[in-house]
Every structure is written in C-alpha cells, then in structure tokens.
C-alpha cells in the first residue's frame, strides 16, 4: 500500500468513524460514553472502537427469528447492553436469556437495565467460568476473538461447543479493516499471534458458518457469522 492510499484510507475512516460515533451519542449517550471509558482502561479486553451500532445489533438479534420457542439464549460479552436491548425486544415469555459480560461496571448497567426481567439471568465473569446445567439453543457472541491469542480462542471455542446443544446456532462478529492498522501498530510477537488467531477463526468459518452479513454502519464495518455448531 503507497503513503497516499494510506492517508487516503485514514481521512475515509476518521471520517466515517465522527460521523457513526456522533449517531451513536446522540441515539444513546449514557450507555455509550460508558462504553468508550471502558475501553480506554482496558482496550483489549473490551476488544472494541465503539459499542455496536443498531444496525449490528439488529443483524446479531435477527437469529432469533430461526429459533423453536421456548428457546434458551445465551449473549456472551454483552458489553452497556446495545445488542442485549435487541434480543429483549424478540424474546417471548417462555424463553430464558443468560447475559455473560466480563467487565464489573458493563455488569452494573446490564442489572440496571435488565436485572428486572424474570427470565434474565446475568453472570458477571469470564465465560469461561460460566457453566450451568443445561444447554442453549442459540449463543450471540460479541468476545473480541481477534485480539486474543490462539490457545485462549481454542479454549473458548470448546467451552461454547460445550454450552450449545446439538444442532445449536452461533452468530458471532468480527470486525473488518483492521488489518494495516494491526499491521503497523502491533509488535511482531503481536502480529504472529494475530495472524495464528486469524487464520484459526478463518478454518472455523469453513467448517462451521452456513451465512455472512457485512453490516457497514458500525465503526469499524463488521462481519456477522451465522454458524450452526455441530
Ligand atoms: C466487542 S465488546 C462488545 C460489547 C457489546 N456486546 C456491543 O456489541 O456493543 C466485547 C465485550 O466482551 C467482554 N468480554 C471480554 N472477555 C470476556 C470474557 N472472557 N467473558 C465474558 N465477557 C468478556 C468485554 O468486557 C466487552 O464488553
């Protein structure tokens, strides 16, 4: 790539990433400055520019409408909430939706906002340490795979298989054009391990996604996986 297509692809997404950010302010301003100082302490963690746009969300929540109801449904990272508020809208009664964030003040404001649900259930936690005694038909995931190392991913990808039943849906994202910025800001250690983690997540496509759905109003433009674990 020259210095000019750089520069060039820099303005475009400095642009495009003001423009989205003053939507997403104005549309939800507390939940989403929230989310950027998340970020701001912990960035790898969060794994994130911004918080999901509706569009995203829209397109995450859209795989409920394949399920049998009841359904159990599981959000894993479900950060201030953003596409959790999109699942509520569609599930029904008898459903039951189990919430797994992480970060200890993304888990005050899921409680506040959706605490008071009877079916809602929320883990403050990793992922990894959640582990009920059923199994779930769908799993909405928003864990920022392509920041963590391949082992962690390997591990991760086992204990959801392991949560989901048989035949169970996956939607996941993954952000897009991130890779010459990686490429440039990450140390070589880093980037290896990126790309370990990339070509990983690349194979688990293959064998595991039937759809995908680029949705572009999202900063950065994402990729949604519509996958069938089995
Ligand atoms: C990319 S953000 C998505 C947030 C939100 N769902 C959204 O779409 O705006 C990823 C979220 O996953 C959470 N997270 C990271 N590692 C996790 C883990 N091991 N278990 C549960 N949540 C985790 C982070 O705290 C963060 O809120």
Not at 40 to 66: C, Q, T, Y
Not at 69 to 75: A, D, K, Q, Y
Not at 134 to 158: E, Q, R, S
Request: charged share 20%; glycine share 4%.
């Amino acid at each position: 790539m020259t210095t000019t297509s750089f520069l060039v692809l820099v303005l475009f997404l400095s642009g495009a990433i003001f423009f989205i950010l003053v939507f997403l302010i104005c549309f939800d301003p507390k939940k989403t400055i929230l989310f950027m100082y998340g970020i701001l302490k912990n960035p790898r963690k969060v794994g994130a520019l911004a918080p999901s746009s509706p569009f995203l969300a829209r397109a995450m929540a859209e795989s409920i409408d394949a399920l049998q109801r009841p359904s159990t449904i599981l959000e894993i990272g479900a950060g201030t909430g953003h596409i959790t508020e999109r699942i509520m809208k569609k599930v029904q009664n008898d459903d039951c939706v189990d919430i797994i964030e992480l970060n200890p003040d993304y888990c005050t404001v899921l409680n506040k906002r959706f605490g008071h649900y009877d079916k809602v259930n929320l883990f403050c936690g990793s992922i990894l340490e959640w582990k009920p005694d059923y199994h779930y038909d769908l799993i909405i995931c928003t864990l920022p795979f392509n920041g963590f190392k391949v082992d962690l991913v390997d591990t991760m990808i086992a204990h959801i298989k392991h949560l989901a039943k048989p035949q169970s849906l996956f939607c996941y994202v993954a952000l897009c054009y991130l890779k010459p910025f990686k490429k440039l800001l990450l140390s070589r250690q880093d980037w290896h391990n990126n790309q370990l983690t990339t070509r990983y997540m690349q194979d688990f496509n293959k064998r595991y996604c039937y759809k995908t759905v680029k949705v572009f109003r999202n900063i950065p433009p994402a990729q949604v996986h519509y996958c069938t674990l089995s």
